[in-house]
């Protein structure tokens, strides 16, 4: 008897164990950038975006109202090769390895390697991930959330907006360099 209990104690702890997710995902790793030295943090108020005019179709205007939250993690270059590789790579597999995620795009813009991922469906999307990177810049994940946006005509909004900075407090973002 005492046989069968510790066989049976051993399956369902095995089982536990495999059944646990052990991939990184994107919401993890956000949350642990904040934490990390030398990473920037923010979440970009919507009063920070604005359209150029009103004289925009409604379409434009109805995909603005649609995004909900904007999150940017970069970590700056600041001659680390290694930390920026290492963030390279580790955002990579997040994105690439998830289920979750759907490639949108891929772009070189001014040297900046920039990869669009999306969650929810083609003509409805949930999220929005920019990820982008350069030895210039740095490394960095941008992350939009709304509610059934369209990737036409999100575009076509970014076309339209301009931002406010003097809607964004500064003081928001986590900068320790040590």
Do not use: H
């Not at 955002?91 to 995620?101: A, E, K």
């Not at 813009?109 to 740095?138: L, P």
């Amino acid at each position: 008897m005492k046989k069968i209990a510790t066989v049976l104690s051993l399956v369902v702890v095995t089982l536990l164990m495999t059944s646990c997710n052990k991939d990184k995902s994107l919401q993890s790793y956000l949350v642990e950038s904040q934490e990390k030295t030398g990473f920037m943090t923010v979440d970009i108020p919507l009063s920070f975006l604005k359209l150029k005019s009103e004289d925009v179709s409604d379409d434009v205007k109805e995909t603005f109202k649609s995004i909900r939250k904007v999150n940017l993690v970069a970590l700056p270059y600041q001659n680390n090769e290694e930390a920026y590789e290492a963030e390279k790579k580790t955002i990579t597999n997040i994105l690439r390895n998830s289920d979750t995620y759907k490639s949108l795009m891929r772009m070189d813009v001014k040297g900046m390697k920039m990869n669009i991922y999306y969650t929810g469906s083609s003509d409805a999307i949930d999220e929005v991930i920019a990820f982008g990177y350069s030895k210039e810049a740095g490394v960095g994940v941008a992350r939009i959330l709304g509610e059934n946006m369209n990737p036409s005509k999100i575009m076509e909004m970014m076309q339209n907006i301009e931002m406010d900075p003097s809607q964004l407090n500064l003081k928001q973002f986590n900068l320790s360099f040590e």
